[in-house]
């Protein structure tokens, strides 16, 4: 891929991650696709949601940012499968949890956008 799609997606992720950290729910409609596939993939606490099903557990939920919780998100791998198809493996610490974030990206419209958010947590360590 072209260092001009690395870019993109890179800008895409910390819009995720802003979005993430701020509970701004419209900020995500951004970067996800509109039949977003959420799953939670940690042992005892599995879900499946739609968009506006995960949106609307964003809107309820206390940002971290009120509150200045230190923040740490990492891109750890971005791979392309075709100008259409990518993959982002992610790592962020908020809410007391790690996450990592197993994303699965596709083309919409000119935009790349969200299509599957497959993750795991694990309380935060130290």
């Not at 940690?42 to 206390?62: K, P, V």
């Not at 791979?79 to 790592?91: C, E, I, M, N």
């Not at 790690?98 to 694990?122: E, M, N, Q, S």
Request: proline share 6%; aromatic share 10%.
């Amino acid at each position: 891929m072209t260092p001009d799609n690395v870019a993109e997606v890179s800008r895409l992720m910390q819009a995720y991650f802003d979005g993430l950290y701020h509970a701004d729910s419209t900020r995500l409609r951004d970067v996800f696709h509109p039949r977003l596939s959420y799953i939670g993939a940690t042992d005892g606490d599995e879900m499946y949601l739609d968009l506006d099903t995960y949106m609307s557990r964003i809107d309820q939920r206390e940002p971290p940012a009120k509150h200045a919780e230190p923040r740490h998100d990492a891109i750890l791998e971005i791979a392309f499968a075709s100008t259409r198809l990518a993959r982002v493996t992610a790592r962020m610490t908020m809410m007391g949890r790690d996450y990592i974030d197993c994303l699965t990206l596709v083309r919409h419209g000119p935009a790349w956008r969200i299509v599957a958010k497959v993750f795991a947590y694990a309380p935060q360590e130290g």
